[in-house]
Nanobody, 121 residues
Framework: QVQVVESGGGLVQPGGSLRLSCAAS????????MGWYRQAPGNERELVAH???????NYADSVKGRFTISRDYAKNTVYLQMNSLKPEDTAVYYC???????????????WGQGTQVTVSS
């Protein structure tokens, strides 16, 4: 069984910073990519940042220059450093891992339960 668990959300003032963490655990063979998504009330879930197995990253235009995604391959963990936070960054942040449980089964996406980030004065 695979678990994906996020942590690090909370309330922060505009201009502040937060660091989210997401760890994949359980029984799996390998992880390909990992990513962060967010969903604000009334909006669809959107990609925030993504990191490939080779370390290539991509970001939503709205967070470029403010957010940084990184990955600890040994710990099966991905991080999202969020700086210069704005009220419009308020959302539930979800992590996913694109992984293979047992070869030759195909890779699948596994999602965490989400962590709330609120940016407000």
């Amino acid at each position: 069984q695979v678990q994906v668990v996020e942590s690090g959300g909370g309330l922060v003032q505009p201009g502040g910073s937060l660091r989210l963490s997401c760890a994949a655990s359980g029984s799996f063979f390998s992880i390909n990519s990992m990513g962060w998504y967010r969903q604000a009330p009334g909006n669809e879930r959107e990609l925030v940042a993504h990191i490939s197995s080779g370390g290539r990253t991509n970001y939503a235009d709205s967070v470029k220059g403010r957010f940084t995604i990184s990955r600890d391959y040994a710990k099966n963990t991905v991080y999202l450093q969020m700086n210069s936070l704005k009220p419009e960054d308020t959302a539930v942040y979800y992590c996913n891992a694109f992984l293979q449980t047992v070869p030759p089964r195909p890779y699948e996406y596994y999602w965490g339960q989400g962590t709330q980030v609120t940016v407000s004065s």
